[in-house]
Nanobody
Framework: QVQLVESGGGLVQPGGSLRLSCAAS????????MGWYRRQAPGKERELVA????????NYADSVKGRFTISRDNAKNTNYLQMNSLKPEDTAVYYC?????????????WGPGTQVTVSS
């Protein structure tokens, strides 16, 4: 089991930056995949924003490539999403997700989310 808590959301003007953090309740060394997803409107499905594997490989949604950077600090049990050049369409609730293998099963855990609002 792992509990995740996001922080760093808030209100920012277009063109601004924010850094989201996702703190895990235990070591993330063995967590295979950590990612950030967002839901832009109630009832809309969460979409992948960025993903990082335990080996450091990353994957980004086309809409955020070149603007967002995902990273993980295993020593701090935390992963980060640096968001630059923010646009109004980045407004969403951002969720942290952790996925890992335990034996033959794959477990997925989500944080409660943090609101990001991009507006002037």
């Amino acid at each position: 089991q792992v509990q995740l808590v996001e922080s760093g959301g808030g209100l920012v003007q277009p063109g601004g930056s924010l850094r989201l953090s996702c703190a895990a309740s235990r070591s993330i060394f063995s967590i295979n995949n950590m990612g950030w997803y967002r839901r832009q409107a109630p009832g809309k499905e969460r979409e992948l924003v960025a993903l990082i594997t335990s080996g450091g490989s990353t994957n980004y949604a086309d809409s955020v490539k070149g603007r967002f950077t995902i990273s993980r600090d295993n020593a701090k049990n935390t992963n980060y999403l640096q968001m630059n050049s923010l646009k109004p369409e980045d407004t969403a609730v951002y969720y942290c997700k952790a996925g890992y293998y335990s034996g033959s099963s794959y477990s997925v855990h989500w944080g409660p989310g943090t609101q990001v609002t991009v507006s002037s």
